[in-house]
């Protein structure tokens, strides 16, 4: 298996809601990625995980909340968010810590905040 | 910090063979990977270089001279499915927790016409 699967595939939510993304892998990769992608832009990374510990926040917004319960599942809790948090959030993975070279990502998910 | 350039877009003809470059500007450098994104996908891995050179894939080559900050993606044969954004990556020094970080090109949006 060399999938990594996330839902839902798209997310309408207000300003006031709260929601989740789910990502998970079963390759036995140790190292899992959250990725904000604006229209046209490259991807951003907000988090990192490795071996089930928060490695790296990119100074995102505390209204984005990861969590990581185990080393097959990522989530990414929202809450509170703004309209220009829109845009489609991927997970990735790679097979060890610090290892950079090859990264495997998820179909994504398309948010819109109203 | 960290910059990493590409054109913006490039227009190649179906059968021919097109290249994207990308200079870097980077504290620190361990290798340079490549990725292609459909609109509305994911980035999947394409290649990746961490000694100068060629690397060859199938229809796809990269070359990297560290020496220049520079590589580039070759695509040869192109194919009408081959339409799509080509970002370069740059694993870097950034040892922010231990971790050097992956810093994604601006991109290049490839159209290959008939």
């Known amino acids: 298996d060399t999938e990594v699967t996330q839902t839902p595939k798209h997310l309408v939510m207000g300003m006031t809601n709260k929601k989740s993304l789910k990502c998970e892998q079963h390759?036995?990769?140790?190292?899992m990625y959250w990725y904000k992608q604006k229209a046209k832009k490259p991807p951003e990374l907000m988090f990192v995980?490795?071996?089930?510990?928060?490695?790296i926040n990119e100074s995102v917004p505390s209204r984005f909340s990861p969590e990581c319960p185990n080393s097959s599942l990522l989530n990414l809790h929202l809450h509170a968010l703004q309209p220009e948090d829109s845009a489609l959030y991927l997970c990735?993975?790679?097979?060890?810590f610090g290892s950079g070279e090859t990264q495997y990502f998820g179909p994504g998910t398309r948010l819109l905040v109203l | 910090g960290q910059s990493l350039e590409q054109p913006s877009e490039v227009t190649a003809v179906e059968g021919a063979i097109v290249q994207i470059n990308c200079t870097y500007q980077?504290?620190?450098?361990?290798?340079l990977s490549w990725y292609q994104q459909h609109d509305g996908g994911a980035p999947t891995f394409l290649s990746y270089?961490?000694?100068?050179g060629l690397e060859e894939t199938g229809r796809f080559s990269s070359f990297l001279s560290r020496s220049d900050s520079y590589g580039y993606l070759l695509l040869q044969e192109l194919q009408m499915k081959d339409s799509a954004s080509y970002f370069c990556?740059?694993?870097?020094?950034?040892?922010?927790?231990?971790?050097?970080?992956?810093?994604f090109g601006t991109g290049t949006k490839l159209q290959v016409i008939p």
């Open positions: 990556a740059v694993r870097d020094g950034q040892r922010s927790g231990g971790y050097q970080k992956v810093t």
């Open positions: 980077t504290s620190g450098f361990y290798g």
């Open positions: 990735a993975s790679s097979p060890r």
């Open positions: 270089n961490g000694l100068d």
């Open positions: 390759m036995g990769h140790r190292a």
């Open positions: 995980y490795s071996y089930e510990k928060l490695s």
